[in-house]
């Protein structure tokens, strides 16, 4: 099965190619990992059409598509989410959404990626990567939990214990989406995890508008 990977929920777009296989077996055949700040609208559709490529592939060929949920900010969750629901749609193609912190690291670990507002999503797995807490946002200092963290190393000061870089990637992303790519009729609905409310928030009164 060749699957579409994409993550938008962090400052570093993902898309990768990789053929699947349903004893959980993975081969990535193409990846892109583009720093895209608040510019995921613009990035995301080159840098699918580049993995494509890379990987000597046209859409046509593609069997499914995984997509990391978040949890991330508003605008950039709503780009991959809706991208790969498109595509899905277009092609006929079952989609997966999946947690995109269970795409970050292997084994008992804590992943901490950058919720802003000086806070961080985070979430803990056990030995075999299940997921055991989380996904939550919460500031560094009342996190309180022992580690060991992997995400993004700008926080371990206010953790108060080293964090070990790494991010979302593609392996990671279809290694999490396993299960429902064995039975694609097991995937749930494309609910993006925002855990808050988004930073833009409609006016609560309407000013008059004078007449000239």
Known sequence: MLVLALDTATPTLVAGIARWTPDGGAEVLAERAVPSGT??????????TAVLADAGLAMADL????????????????????????????????????????????????????????????????????RVDGPAVVRPEELGRPGPYVGDPAFAERLGAPVDRAEVTTAGL???AGPQLADPSSAGPLLPLYLRRPDATPPTTIKAVSQA
């Open 39 to 48: 510019k995921h609208a613009e990035l995301l559709t080159p840098a699918i």
């Open 63 to 130: 069997d499914a598509v995984v997509t990391g949920l978040g949890p991330g900010p508003f605008t950039g969750l709503r780009v991959g989410v809706v991208t790969a629901a498109a595509i899905a749609d277009a092609r006929g193609l079952p989609v997966v959404g999946v947690c995109s912190l269970d795409a970050v690291g292997t084994g008992a670990r804590t992943v901490v990626t950058d919720a802003r507002r000086k806070e961080v999503y985070w979430a803990a797995y056990d030995a075999d990567g299940r």
């Open 174 to 176: 279809l290694r999490a």
